[in-house]
């Protein structure tokens, strides 16, 4: 493959820029030592991108070509790569550009499946790109409004990514729609929790004791928001629901002695 030059205008050299375009380099060669095809197609990605506008040194411009060239090779070699997109091949003198646009449209002909977004947004996510990981999920809802259990998996991702309010905001839409209205109003219910608006959360989770009045881990959850309100005798109150259907529980033992202990140091203060 031939060398491209930036696609910029001229400008000053900057170390860091050609720091993250090897960086980009490496995070690719890792990706494709785990066999993670998509995020080594994403991540040679950014890093052609990056390379293409960034100015350079000779030498820098030389190896980075080098790199680059023999990472497209072991990707379009992959075998994983060849069952996902078939057999690829494009002549040595394309330029970087036209091989980005080729691997997007591969990427975008591959994208039937909503798995391969929320496989990209979580790698997006863990390269520290929270903002475009939350755009990705967040764009499928409307792409796909019929596929409820997609919208849980968004809602679960912006949780797990601790974007509480986004992840509010899909799961309250969901919350008439779904049909498991228990699993939603419990993800709802740690939203709130975590954004500390309690009481909010103690309720969704009294909502869903009353479709599901056996489900211990209802209770050990509404129990750990009560006390987290500082609601320590209905915590307890709540976990000795949850052991009655569950007595070898360990979480809500532990918890239980953790309460048991607050309260007594409470008590023992009144008394002095």
């Known amino acids: 493959m031939t060398d491209v030059h930036p696609t910029s205008q001229p400008g000053a050299i900057d170390p860091a820029r050609v720091r993250s375009i090897w960086d980009k380099v490496t995070r690719t060669k890792d990706n494709l030592a785990q066999e993670d095809i998509h995020a080594s197609l994403l991540s040679i990605i950014q890093a052609m991108r990056l390379f293409i506008s960034t100015p350079m040194l000779k030498k820098d411009r030389q190896l980075l070509t080098e ?4 990472l497209l090779y072991r990707l379009i070699s992959d075998n994983t790569f060849k069952q996902t997109f078939g057999p690829v091949s494009f002549p040595v003198d394309r330029e970087y550009q ?5 691997f997007k449209n591969l990427a975008e002909a591959e994208r039937g499946s909503p798995k391969v977004v929320m496989d990209e947004a979580d790698t997006l996510y863990k390269q520290g790109q929270v903002e475009e990981a939350v755009q990705a999920v967040q764009a499928l809802i409307p792409d796909y409004p019929l596929d409820l259990d997609l919208h849980q998996s968004v809602g679960e991702s912006l949780l797990r990514w601790e974007r509480y309010e986004d992840a509010q905001a899909v799961l309250e ?3 008439d729609q779904h049909e498991n209205t228990v699993a939603i109003l419990n993800l709802l219910a740690i939203a709130l929790k975590k954004q500390k608006r309690f ?3 103690i309720e969704r989770y009294k909502e869903a004791l009353k479709l599901a009045p056996q489900d211990e881990g209802l209770y050990y959850n509404l129990a750990v928001t009560l ?6 005798a209905t915590a307890k109150k709540v976990l000795g ?5 569950r007595p070898k529980f360990p979480q809500a033992q532990k918890l239980l002695e953790t309460i048991d202990q607050a309260l007594e140091k409470t008590q023992g203060i009144r008394r002095y």
């Open 241 to 245: 629901l949850a052991l009655n259907i």
């Open 173 to 175: 839409v969901l919350l």
């Open 67 to 70: 790199e680059i060239d023999g």
């Open 227 to 232: 006390a987290e309100n500082r609601e320590l």
């Open 199 to 201: 009481q909010e959360a």
């Open 98 to 102: 036209t091989v980005i646009d080729f």
